[in-house]
């Protein structure tokens, strides 16, 4: 019998093209700590976390592409937010 994969799991198998020289996703570094927490929540990815400083830590690699944080930030936080550039960006392993 095949054991079911954790989220994390699955998570691990994607492969990521790090594309150096565009940030997909631009951030607010000022951001609420409040609209930094809900985003925190919801990105699956687990992008969005507070620093030591209560300021927003953000890292667009790794990135899943779902477009959950530019939906929820309201206009808020996420700046800009387009795909990565051809051929680079998230290489889901497990569909
Ligand atoms: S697009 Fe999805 S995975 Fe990427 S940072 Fe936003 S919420 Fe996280």
Same mark, same amino acid.
């Not at 095949?2 to 093209?17: G, I, P, Y």
């Not at 700590?33 to 929540?41: F, P, Y």
């Not at 790794?62 to 944080?69: A, D, Q, R, S």
């Given at each position: *019998? *095949? $054991?079911? *994969?954790? !989220?994390?799991? %699955? #998570? ?8 150096? @020289? ?8 000022? =951001?609420? +700590?409040?609209?930094?927490? $809900?985003? =925190? %929540? #919801?990105?699956? =990815?687990?992008?969005?976390? #507070?620093?030591?400083?209560? +300021? ?5 690699? @790794?990135?899943? &592409? ?7 930030? %309201?206009?808020? !936080? !996420? +700046?800009?937010?387009?795909?990565? +550039?051809?051929? *680079? @960006? !998230? &290489?889901? $392993?497990?569909?």
């Amino acid at each position: *019998m *095949m $054991r079911e *994969m954790s !989220v994390e799991q %699955k #998570l691990s198998s994607n492969k990521f093209h790090v594309d150096e @020289g565009f940030a997909h996703i631009e951030v607010d570094k000022d =951001a609420s +700590r409040d609209d930094i927490v $809900r985003l =925190a %929540k #919801l990105c699956p =990815a687990g992008l969005y976390a #507070l620093d030591d400083h209560d +300021r927003l830590a953000f890292d667009y690699a @790794g990135c899943l &592409e779902c477009g959950t944080c530019l939906v929820a930030s %309201k206009g808020v !936080v !996420v +700046r800009s937010w387009d795909y990565p +550039r051809g051929g *680079m @960006g !998230v &290489e889901f $392993r497990l569909g």
